[in-house]
Nanobody, 114 residues
Framework: VQLQASGGGLVQAGGSLTLSCSAS????????MGWYRQAPGNERELIAT???????NYLDSVKGRFTISRDTAKNTVYLRMNSLKPEDTAVYYC?????????WGQGTQVTVSS
């Protein structure tokens, strides 16, 4: 399964973006899926997960601002990001929870200006 994240960009603080992650090859409908991010000089961190039956978890730093969802029919996972902060600047990826059993895609860059 090859993952492709998209939807990133440059946004001002307080703005919003919606990221999408789709899979080619096989479906990830049977997996718990998550969104990760990696800022320069930092390790990749898991920020949100959604299970196959809709159970959701968030990292505290994004709770209340980010919303993860999935569309099984479209084989796509989404991340709606509101009230963005400069510290949200990172490359965003999707995969299963650590260590990430699927092939990592290139990610999508999110840059939040102050």
């Amino acid at each position: 399964v090859q993952l492709q994240a998209s939807g990133g960009g440059l946004v001002q603080a307080g703005g919003s973006l919606t990221l999408s992650c789709s899979a080619s090859g096989n479906s990830f409908s049977r997996f718990v899926m998550g969104w990760y991010r990696q800022a320069p000089g930092n390790e990749r961190e898991l920020i949100a997960t959604v299970s196959t039956d809709g159970y959701i978890n968030y990292l505290d730093s994004v709770k209340g601002r980010f919303t993860i969802s999935r569309d099984t029919a479209k084989n796509t996972v989404y991340l709606r990001m509101n009230s963005l902060k400069p510290e949200d600047t990172a490359v965003y990826y999707c995969n299963t929870p650590p260590p990430g059993r699927l092939s990592w895609g290139q990610g999508t860059q999110v840059t939040v200006s102050s």
